[in-house]
């Protein structure tokens, strides 16, 4: 399984854009990149999932490059309720996911 | 709400006791996996179900684990003569296999403390 390399704290302030990168040097041709969010006491909650280039949903952008060698999670002006754990995460389906320990996001007013 | 569900969400319990949790899986996902997460950590893999078949174990689930999806729908946990160490997040996830892009939904977990 590909292992993800990831910040391990960020600190921001509401209304900025947050850019969470995240290395997987050793990804595999079939392995999508998914990204989770995580508050204190709930499971992880699913923000996006990419193969390449961009995607974009309502929560968050999610930018790939051509090597896809790293993986880029953009949060557009992030909130206090933005502050949580988000974690990258490298495979396919029927695979058991690999969680590192994530990235601990912390917006200040 | 069609989500993943899982009950209890907490559990106490005193050490040597057993318990059972059980998780409810958005209904049309064939696909059912367990983890288990201690505090300031990533959650980590304990045992994976398509449909009723267990396909996947961790050398993290001890003898003392045993877990069932008897009619590939809901899911139980059970942890016998329990440990101090057992004290964690139990989470559940879901998922409608067949293709890469799969994507693994979680339940709200249940939270365990050993006595």
């Known amino acids: 399984l590909a292992k993800t390399t990831q910040p391990i704290s960020m600190d921001s302030y509401e209304g900025q854009e947050v850019n969470i990168t995240c290395s997987h040097n050793n990804i595999a041709t079939n392995d999508y990149i998914t990204w989770y969010q995580q508050f204190p006491s709930q499971g992880p909650r699913f923000i996006i999932q990419g193969y390449k280039t961009k995607v974009t949903n309502e929560v968050a952008s999610l930018f790939i490059p051509a090597d896809r060698k790293s993986s880029t999670l953009s949060l557009p002006r992030v909130s206090l309720s933005d502050t949580a754990v988000y974690y990258c995460?490298?495979?396919?389906?029927?695979?058991?996911?690999?969680f590192g320990s994530g990235t601990r996001l912390q917006v200040q007013p | 709400d069609t989500g993943v569900s899982q009950d209890p969400r907490h559990k106490i319990t005193k050490r040597g006791q057993n318990v059972t949790f059980r998780c409810d899986p958005i209904s049309e996902h064939n696909r059912l996996y367990w983890y288990r997460q201690t505090l300031g950590q990533g959650p980590e893999f304990l045992t994976y179900f398509q449909n009723e078949a267990q396909l996947e174990k961790s050398r993290l689930l001890s003898d003392r684990f045993s877990a069932e999806r008897p009619k590939g729908s809901f899911s139980t946990l059970e942890i016998q003569r329990t440990e101090q160490g057992d004290s964690a997040m139990y989470l559940c996830?879901?998922?409608?296999?067949?293709?890469?892009?799969?994507?693994?939904?979680f339940g709200p977990g249940t939270r365990l403390l050993v006595l």
């Open positions: 996830a879901s998922s409608l296999g067949g293709t890469d892009q799969e994507t693994q939904y």
């Open positions: 995460l490298v495979g396919i389906g029927r695979r058991a996911l690999t």
